[in-house]
């Protein structure tokens, strides 16, 4: 059965623990969008590993990982992470494969990137300034330069100084320092050294795979409201987080995937700016108090608050979600009443899905029912049955609400912290 796992809130859901677990079902972890703006954890043992790029299906022996097309990727900071697995005992030669045909992330890209949410000063985004915008920007324009370019240095070499002095222009305008073709030009030469051997065409690569009977998960990135179409545009990232991305990302056509998982928190965070109905500054501190919700790659404090069931019923329309992983339950443990948000008031209009319009969604207040809370710890659970039966309830109401079939529920940070329904 090959698996698309995707984010239905607002990215950080857990994706990269869930991912790790579903790895026991499938042959190969395939990632196919966002760029080391994402922060997967993954906790084995007393061992935390946080990864950007490569799938954290790599973290299980013999498992293969693909970074396919639609990822767009810094080849310094690849390098770097594959580097600080190997110094861990993770063995990536014959199991990680970059495609030849996904776009790089310059030196420009973040340049331009941050002098860009500079300017906006009180109208950020909120992006994590490592360029993924920008370079998905040029992949649209058409003026991208890929791995395939990397590897043939003569022709990388002239189109990256065609593309550094243009940007170095642009970057004078908004005040930003100028870049050295020669440093650029150095760097990259020597990290396209080091990634040669893992680069292939990964199309043709998966469907052979896939002659063979080989089983594919799919990793998203981010979530499904901050997708470029379907989020809160535009305090969005800059590619397709939802469940279409994955096929349009990797070459794999719609009929070849045969299931969608949903990950989610059984609260709601958000990084960055933008609408969050729910936020609720007393659930923020009781998570940031118990050291919870900071980001794996910017390290910002995650804004939070109670789980919005308006949002995920549209996540799993969006995405065609089957089953879903509740992660964090822990988090609301000690709680003797949680709220759920079941719709949305708009002016006087109940709406039971969230509007397309940002500013619109932002003057939407929250419909809440209220949950007896279990005030007892869950941490130690490893079987439904086992959990406190308010918790069972919770977890039941929010697949209902959602409308999709509950399968997995975490209740820690640890591998060993998860089990199915």
């Given at each position: 059965?090959?698996?698309?796992?995707?984010?239905?809130q607002?990215g950080?859901?857990?994706?990269?623990?869930?991912?790790?677990?579903?790895t026991?079902?499938?042959d190969?972890?395939?990632?196919?969008?966002?760029?080391?703006n994402?922060?997967?954890t993954?906790?084995i043992?007393k061992?935390?590993?946080?990864?950007?790029l490569i799938?954290s299906g790599?973290l299980?022996?013999?498992?293969?990982?693909v970074i396919?097309n639609?990822v767009?990727?810094d080849?310094i900071a690849?390098?770097k992470?594959?580097e600080?697995l190997e110094k861990r005992g993770?063995k990536?030669?014959g199991r990680?494969?970059?495609?030849?045909t996904?776009?790089l992330?310059?030196?420009?890209?973040?340049?331009?990137d941050?002098?860009?949410?500079?300017?906006k000063g009180?109208?950020?985004?909120g992006t994590?300034k490592?360029?993924i915008?920008p370079?998905?920007?040029?992949?649209?324009?058409?003026?991208g330069?890929?791995?395939?370019?990397?590897?043939q240095p003569k022709?990388f070499?002239a189109?990256?100084?065609?593309?550094?002095a243009?940007n170095?222009a642009i970057?004078e305008s908004?005040?930003?320092e100028q870049?050295?073709?020669?440093?650029?030009?150095k760097?990259?030469l020597?990290?396209?050294r080091k990634?040669?051997?893992f680069?292939?065409?990964?199309?043709v690569?998966?469907?052979r795979q896939?002659?063979t009977?080989k089983?594919l998960?799919?990793?998203?990135?981010?979530?499904?409201f901050?997708d470029?179409?379907?989020?809160?545009y535009?305090y969005v990232?800059?590619s397709?987080?939802t469940?279409?991305?994955s096929?349009t990302g990797?070459g794999?056509?719609?009929?070849?995937?045969?299931?969608?998982v949903?990950?989610?928190?059984a609260?709601?965070t958000?990084?960055?700016e933008?609408p969050l109905?729910?936020e609720?500054p007393?659930v923020?501190?009781?998570?940031?108090?118990?050291?919870?919700?900071f980001g794996?790659?910017?390290?910002?404090?995650r804004?939070c608050?109670?789980?919005d069931?308006?949002?995920?019923?549209?996540?799993?329309?969006?995405?065609?979600?089957?089953?879903?992983a509740?992660?964090?339950l822990?988090?609301?443990?000690s709680l003797?009443?949680?709220?759920?948000c079941?719709?949305?008031d708009l002016r006087?209009?109940?709406l039971?899905?969230?509007?397309n319009?940002?500013?619109?969604l932002l003057?939407c207040?929250?419909?809440?029912?209220?949950?007896q809370?279990?005030?007892m710890?869950t941490?130690?659970?490893?079987?439904?049955k086992?959990?406190?039966?308010a918790?069972?309830?919770y977890?039941?109401?929010?697949?209902?609400?959602t409308g999709?079939?509950?399968?997995i529920?975490s209740v820690?940070?640890?591998r060993?912290q998860?089990?199915?329904t």
């Amino acid at each position: 059965m090959n698996t698309i796992l995707v984010g239905a809130q607002w990215g950080d859901e857990g994706k990269g623990k869930i991912i790790d677990v579903l790895t026991e079902e499938a042959d190969i972890v395939v990632r196919s969008q966002g760029g080391n703006n994402a922060g997967h954890t993954v906790e084995i043992g007393k061992e935390k590993f946080i990864l950007h790029l490569i799938p954290s299906g790599i973290l299980r022996p013999g498992k293969k990982c693909v970074i396919a097309n639609g990822v767009v990727v810094d080849p310094i900071a690849l390098v770097k992470e594959i580097e600080g697995l190997e110094k861990r005992g993770i063995k990536l030669a014959g199991r990680l494969l970059i495609s030849e045909t996904a776009h790089l992330v310059l030196p420009y890209h973040r340049a331009l990137d941050e002098a860009r949410e500079l300017r906006k000063g009180r109208d950020k985004i909120g992006t994590t300034k490592r360029g993924i915008g920008p370079a998905y920007g040029d992949k649209a324009a058409r003026t991208g330069l890929r791995l395939i370019d990397l590897l043939q240095p003569k022709v990388f070499s002239a189109k990256l100084q065609a593309r550094i002095a243009e940007n170095n222009a642009i970057l004078e305008s908004l005040g930003g320092e100028q870049l050295s073709f020669p440093e650029v030009e150095k760097a990259y030469l020597e990290a396209a050294r080091k990634l040669r051997p893992f680069i292939v065409n990964t199309v043709v690569w998966l469907h052979r795979q896939l002659e063979t009977q080989k089983t594919l998960l799919f990793e998203g990135a981010q979530g499904t409201f901050l997708d470029i179409d379907f989020g809160t545009y535009p305090y969005v990232t800059s590619s397709n987080t939802t469940a279409g991305g994955s096929c349009t990302g990797s070459g794999i056509p719609p009929h070849r995937m045969d299931r969608v998982v949903g990950v989610m928190k059984a609260y709601t965070t958000r990084v960055g700016e933008g609408p969050l109905p729910t936020e609720c500054p007393e659930v923020s501190d009781l998570l940031h108090g118990m050291g919870r919700e900071f980001g794996a790659t910017t390290g910002r404090a995650r804004r939070c608050g109670w789980f919005d069931a308006v949002a995920t019923r549209y996540a799993r329309m969006v995405n065609g979600i089957d089953e879903l992983a509740i992660t964090n339950l822990d988090g609301l443990d000690s709680l003797k009443q949680i709220l759920v948000c079941v719709a949305y008031d708009l002016r006087g209009k109940r709406l039971l899905y969230p509007p397309n319009d940002a500013e619109e969604l932002l003057h939407c207040r929250p419909i809440y029912r209220k949950f007896q809370g279990w005030q007892m710890p869950t941490t130690d659970v490893r079987h439904f049955k086992k959990l406190p039966l308010a918790a069972q309830r919770y977890l039941t109401a929010l697949a209902k609400l959602t409308g999709a079939r509950l399968r997995i529920v975490s209740v820690g940070a640890q591998r060993e912290q998860t089990f199915r329904t």
